[in-house]
């Protein structure tokens, strides 16, 4: 059974920073592809970050290119999503989900399969 537990979440200030964590099992990760998602109130998910676990392959939206990381601990079945300078618009729900293909296409197209409760983001002075 797919279990994806989303933590780190938070209010945080504009400029401040973060760390996403996804604990991920149920599956064999390193067989998968990895994306964060994020869905802002009105707003449909949007996929900002996935990585190709096998070879760590990375894609960022436009929106958070050199501002959000995306990095991977094996060991511990875990992703992670280093969120640099946030900002007012990066509030959201944010989710982690498993998936195949490259990280470029994870990230397009939003999957439709397994997904965990997800961890809010608020930034706001």
């Known amino acids: 059974q797919v279990q994806l537990v989303e933590s780190g979440g938070g209010l945080v200030q504009p400029g401040g920073s973060l760390r996403l964590s996804c604990a991920a099992s149920g599956f064999t990760l390193d067989r998968f592809t990895m994306g964060w998602f994020r869905q802002a109130p009105g707003k449909e998910r949007e996929g900002v970050s996935c990585?190709?676990?096998?070879?760590?392959?990375?894609y960022y939206a436009d929106s958070v290119k050199g501002r959000f990381t995306i990095s991977r601990d094996n060991a511990k079945k875990t992703v992670y999503l280093q969120i640099d300078n946030l900002k007012p618009e990066d509030t959201a729900v944010y989710y982690c989900a498993p998936g195949l293909g490259t990280a470029q296409s994870m990230c397009v197209s939003v999957p439709s399969g397994s997904w965990g409760q997800g961890t809010q983001v608020t930034v706001s002075s």
């Open positions: 990585i190709r676990i096998s070879d760590g392959t990375t």
